[in-house]
């Protein structure tokens, strides 16, 4: 995982390969969390299959943070009531955003139609369905991530990882609690 990481770090560099390589990352924790054994060969097979999905993910993303950020900086310096709801409101969107990429990928590695739309809608359902468990990993992981970036870089090259495995054990036992319900409600029996 600690070459992994480093991969990861040094793939953001060169900004194309970026979403592909957190992808990927994505695609090695779910098999981690799996017990599954990753070789190289593997992780360099996931990072090619994952470009061009990884891409549309990204493009999307650059898109919304993009206004969300445009909005800000363009008007940091308006005054008034409104302004502040809408700061708010920016803030939410932001927040809702950072909540939809820890769970993107674990939700799309878990489906069988990989599509970017079931994906999101995938997303939403957790974010309401389970909203202080979506709310305590969201938080959590922006405290991770300010923690690591705070304290020293070793943390923050690992915090991909770190992200990357909370997702996937948090959709995973979300997945796996619907089965759970599921299953208790058409066997009355059990």
């Known amino acids: 995982m ?9 793939l953001q560099v060169l900004i194309v390969t970026g979403p592909a390589a957190t992808a990927t990352l ?19 097979h996931s990072l090619r299959r994952m470009l061009a999905p990884a891409w ?3 493009a999307l993303n650059l ?15 308006a005054q008034g009531f409104a302004w ?8 939410m969107i932001a927040l809702v955003w950072f909540a ?5 990928w674990p939700f799309w ?9 079931t994906t999101l809608r995938n997303c939403f359902v957790l974010l309401f ?25 070793p943390l923050t090259v690992a915090l991909m990882a770190w992200l990357a495995l909370l997702g996937v054990l948090t959709v995973d036992e979300t997945l796996n609690d619907e089965i759970a319900t599921a299953s208790r409600q058409s066997d009355p029996a059990a």
């Open 63 to 77: 898109l919304v943070v993009g206004a969300v950020v445009g909005n800000f900086w363009f008007y940091q310096n």
């Open 56 to 58: 549309q993910w990204g």
């Open 26 to 44: 994505y695609v090695v924790a779910r098999q981690i969390a799996h017990h599954e054994i990753v070789t190289l060969r593997e992780v360099l």
């Open 129 to 153: 369905k389970e909203p202080a468990l979506a709310l305590s990993i969201t938080c959590a992981s922006a405290l991770l991530i300010v923690g690591s970036v705070l304290v020293t870089l």
């Open 100 to 104: 939809l990429n820890l769970f993107y």
């Open 84 to 91: 502040i709801v809408l700061r708010l409101l920016w803030g």
């Open 109 to 117: 590695l878990a489906q069988s139609e990989r599509r970017m739309r």
């Open 2 to 10: 600690t070459a992994l990481n480093l991969g990861w770090f040094a």
